[in-house]
């Protein structure tokens, strides 16, 4: 993030708006390395922030007015009455901004409106946690500004409420924290039932290793009913084997809880959860002791995982697992909510280029849209950029 993007978006918002913003913030995109559909079942999760960022210039108001506007998307200025703010409106893109400023009202905090201008880098529909980033810039621009005092994982809860509650996807909070908490050059191992973190160093270049994103160009829409069923699945799991979330079933127990379920699909969410979370922990035991290179068989056992077993992949996120692989890749899986959007591929840096050539060939063979690829590298979380103009 550069300033003369942030003087950009100041810029931008000032020919808006007529007068220069109190500030200008940004938050990120991330990437989920392992621990996928775990964050809403009191699991673990693995996520880093991407350089693609939402950048938000932002200025306070007392007179119960919020004015929102993305320079992404098509339309003029969106103007709303804070007070009036109903979750389930049809707002579009607006809802998630609005949404953090509903979810802060309703807990009591004073937040009176805002001037708002948005542009995001971070792509959308590619389960890198656009909205995430929207949400999280939204609730740190507002907390500065009203100084409300929140703490990050604070941030993240009410960017996740608004996500829930306002937009209406029941989102776990793995994408907020992410946005959030991430610190460049570490992965984020979190603990979605306390929030409480730990920041994994994780510099592959050291290694000789990269991270890349393949973009599927497959838009994913997690508000369409089958990302709300396999969470209801994994709810009625937990309510059958008498345990507060998934995470409370050991590895070591799962055929015995298994044998207790009835549902066949409960019984398929219930055994990829449980076993991510223990592809989690088997991660970070990797990292800790610098063996990198083996954390490539778990990221491929765990796309099995959600492909047959939580069933939420689709041929473009398996092929581009199939075909990095075949390439030699130490290991790839889908990441995020599935139904479309990204395969992460862990890589010798030697063979990057290779693998992704490789991905690329195979999309074009059997006649899908060409993917999009880049390196992920492990970026910092959400923060201010500069004060005004």
Partial sequence: MTAATARRVAEEFAGLYGAAPDGVWAAPGRVNLIGEYTDFNDGFVLPL???????????????????LHSEDLPGGIVRLDAAALVPGADLGWAAYPAGVVWALRQAGHPVGGADVHLASTVPTGAGLSSSAALEVVTALALDELYGLGLSRPELARFAQHAENAFVGVPCGVMDQMASACAVEGHALFLDTRDLSYRQVPFDLGAFGLRLLVVDTRVKHALGDGAYAERRAGCEAGARALGVAGLRDIPHAHLPAALDRLEDEAVRRYVRHVVSDNERVLRTIALLDSGEVRAVGPLLTEG???????????????????????????????????????????????????????????????????????????????????????
Avoid at 49 to 67: E, I, K
Avoid at 361 to 386: H, M, Q, V, Y
């Fill in 49 to 67: 922030a991407l350089p693609h960022t939402a950048v938000a210039a932002v200025s306070r108001r007392d007179d119960g007015v919020l004015r």
């Fill in 303 to 389: 796309h099995v995982s959600l492909r047959d077993d939580l069933r939420v992949s689709c041929r473009e996120l398996d092929l581009a697992v199939e075909a990095a692989n075949a390439a030699g890749a130490l290991g790839a899986r889908m990441t995020g909510g599935g139904f479309g959007g990204s395969a992460v591929v862990l890589t010798e840096a030697s063979g990057a280029d290779g693998v992704a050539a490789a991905v690329e060939k195979a999309f074009a063979r059997d006649g899908l849209t060409a993917p999009g690829i880049f390196e992920a590298l492990p970026s910092a979380g959400a923060r201010r950029l500069r004060a005004v103009l």
